[in-house]
């Protein structure tokens, strides 16, 4: 089943104590969408400039990604700088370019319309629900979300929250949107705002999920070095979506593993820099790291 | 088996934003005994003053404690004061009277000498060596720690660590220790220095195991309220001790359910102010909290 992906498609410039790395693919939409099409086809929704590289257009391509939804107009393409620390947790945005980002109204045809799986990728809530208004009757539809939203735009985001099967967060939000210390009683208050389905990442402790069949702790992929961080979550997201949509039967049923999917292929994002490693692994690959990851957790 | 837990016997004063508790039992080598004493028999290592509670030293006794080695003297027994932040993962030391221990000197009697699970809970690293040049060939030594030691003990510390078999610390203390912000990296530096088996605490994110059959991720037991972390990570590592001297067989068989008891152990700690909650678990309660650990990580 076919997954439709709406986010930034976006150019990021990116310091780390290593290195620097100018104008690479980046946006939440291109890591959940690459992420999700090692499972599923994949259509994305997004904007760029006329002065976004062919070779990333390309990048989408050789993954199989639908671009029918893709506009490509005048002017430059939403562009992001940030710089991380030497721990790689803290990073800082050094500049914010919007480009055309900033009149992006998605339009979906016909045939995305009709496309069972939706990410709603981390992108402002009023466009998130502007592609929502647009579906017919999805059969599974996960939102992420960022903190800039729930400071900027939390009105959207809570009337969002009742109109999808999953949110998915990070910590520090999860109690920003609460103003709850603990996670357990976050998560049972974000519940209540809507969600069937709440998945808190974690960072490299993990993620935790909260659904009617119980709580769920996955673990991250340990890893030797992290190269740079970006898009960890959105790839999160997207290999977990990806996963669901490559099962039959019920979310239940599915959804710890899609979530250990997500993780594994969250994991290779954070050993290159952009998409470098993410655009590059093969399904064995993410499938050796899954059964490591049972390993790691066994007792 | 049985366990020799040698360590501090204090009393703690303790504030949370909720309420605060003077004079409650406190100290390493009473979490770590009292949570070692529901799955083997301990003997405990320590000294306290004649101000010491005939109530605390009957709760030593309820748990089938041999307090041989609880030297009972002139003076005032340890005595700690803390508070907690809102978020319970910060505090401060309000105020520490060594009173009688800062002239403790643990003198084992022949029996305890003899003890095969020896467990050097949270203390000075040069009473931990005194304690250790008085074993007989134990079976399994395990140490534990705090920053405090790195700072101002490190080369007893490292002369420690090639002397015993498990080393148990946090992972700002890993980090610290290392200089390694990179957890594995940090793990693989401390086996170098010594112990075959590391085992890192992450507090509310669980631990993580490395030994020579590879890393083990391990959930903390998720709970909905915490009333006092206080001796949470010395109850880790006496659960985890006491439920290996309960088993036969090899180390690595068992070293992972041994954390799992211990995660179990500790998230009752956390349920009361002091040793109170601690004190007062049946087996029952910590084999369903097992149960309940493997299936929130089970997928």
């Not at 990116?14 to 599923?40: D, E």
């Not at 947790?89 to 045939?111: C, D, I, Q």
């Not at 673990?219 to 949509?245: E, I, Q």
Request: aromatic share 8%.
């Amino acid at each position: 089943m076919s997954i439709l992906v709406v986010g930034s498609t976006a150019l990021d410039s990116i310091k780390t104590p290593q290195a620097a790395n100018p104008r690479l693919l980046g946006g939440s939409a291109s890591h959940a969408g690459v992420a999700a099409s090692y499972f599923a086809p994949v259509k994305l929704v997004g904007i760029v400039g006329e002065d976004f590289p062919k070779r990333y257009l390309n990048l989408y391509r050789r993954h199989g990604i639908d671009l029918e939804g893709l506009q490509i107009v005048p002017g430059k393409t939403f562009h992001w700088a940030g710089e991380y620390e030497v721990n790689m947790n803290n990073r800082r945005t050094l500049r914010t370019e919007l480009g055309v980002f900033e009149n992006f109204s998605p339009r979906l045809s016909k045939a995305h319309q009709e496309t069972p799986y939706v990410l709603l990728a981390n992108i402002a809530p009023a466009l998130q629900h502007h592609v929502l208004d647009q579906m017919r009757r999805p059969t599974f539809v996960i939102a992420d979300t960022m903190d800039l939203w729930l400071n900027i735009a939390l009105a959207d985001l809570l009337r969002l929250l009742r109109r999808i099967d999953a949110f998915v967060l990070n910590d520090s939000e999860a109690r920003l949107l609460t103003k709850e210390d603990n996670l357990l009683a976050a998560i049972r208050q974000i519940h209540r705002l809507g969600p069937k389905y709440v998945i808190v990442k974690k960072g490299e402790h993990g993620s935790v999920l909260s659904s009617p069949a119980g709580l769920f702790l996955a673990p991250a992929f340990p890893l030797r070095k992290v190269v740079d961080p970006t898009g960890a979550g959105d790839s999160f997201v997207g290999g977990l979506l990806g996963y669901l949509a490559s099962q039959n039967g019920s979310i239940d049923a599915h959804l710890r593993r899609a979530i250990i999917h997500g993780s594994a292929v969250a994991s290779f994002c954070c050993e290159g820099f952009g998409l470098t490693r993410l655009a590059r692994i093969t399904h064995r690959e993410i499938e050796d790291r899954v059964k490591h990851l049972e390993a790691l957790v066994r007792f």
